[in-house]
């Protein structure tokens, strides 16, 4: 009933709130979306999304097509995988970001173990410079995590801006050093974050140190500061810090996810999880 082209448009759109970055996101013509959505509404009997020229919102409808839509892709996905599956065998010590497996990372990773049985798949989670540094040490593969711009190890997933984050009731100072809660160093985003506020002229105050993203989030909604985080992976039920321009609190910092391997020639488990997450870059930044 639900075409599996159709569901993949629709949730590009349900996803970007935009025809036109759902196109360009699939790679298609914007008409060739919407035709696809309409088609699904009309498979559906129901109208899925509320429109005009300034936005594209969900009908509740529309939210509960997104779980479905969602489900059926993956069974979808499974059953591909299932009949074309992979011989590849061995191991892959990978590494990745907090940041990233408290998002869409786990689902990918749980994929790729379905396709890929016969891979022993060893994963750690710790701070960027810590898994790089375990990188050249020889007790990593493989590595997805942040660098700053401008270095230039490792291979570009995607670039992110960072952006402070509080819980929704949080009023910052009108002045004075802002109250930050951050990872212990070597975090990138604890010195962005700090470098930053010094350039604002605010400078800043560590109201909370701790070494897990649940921890910051915790800090932050009980009402403690302010986390410096990528605007695409947001800690659930922080929102962006109002300020009276995008600048007040420092100049814009950009950040890059990267996938770096211990080796250059690498070797088969590593060559499919490295494509694993390259094919999926788009739901890790949904």
Known sequence: MFDPVHLRSFLAVARTKSFTAAARRLDLRQST????????????????????????????????????ATSILERHSDAERYFTQSGVRGRVRFGASEDLVLHELP?????FRRSHPLVDLELTVALSEVLFRQLREGRLDLVFGKRR???????LV?????????????????????PLVTYPPPSI???????????????????????????????????????????????????PVRMRSRDDWGPAVDVEFVLEARR???????????????????????
Request: with cysteine.
């Open 107 to 111: 689902r990918i990773l749980g994929e």
């Open 189 to 239: 985003t604890r010195a962005a974050a700090l470098d930053a506020l010094e350039k604002s002229g605010r400078g800043a105050r560590v109201a909370c140190v701790t070494d897990s993203l649940n921890g910051l989030r915790a800090a932050c909604l009980a009402g403690l500061g302010v986390v410096f985080h990528a605007e695409t992976l947001p800690p659930a039920g922080l929102v």
């Open 158 to 178: 995607w670039t992110d801006r960072l952006a402070f984050f509080a819980a929704p009731d949080f009023v910052p100072d009108a002045e004075g050093p802002v």
């Open 33 to 68: 979306v919407s035709q696809h959505v309409g088609k699904l509404e009309n498979a559906a009997g129901r109208r899925l999304f509320l429109r005009d020229t300034h936005s594209v919102e969900l009908t509740a409808d529309g939210s509960v097509m997104v779980g479905f």
């Open 264 to 286: 250059s020639v690498l070797s088969e488990p590593e060559q499919a999880l490295r494509a694993a997450i390259l094919e999926n870059a788009d739901r890790l930044r949904a």
């Open 149 to 155: 711009r401008g270095d230039q190890h490792g291979e």
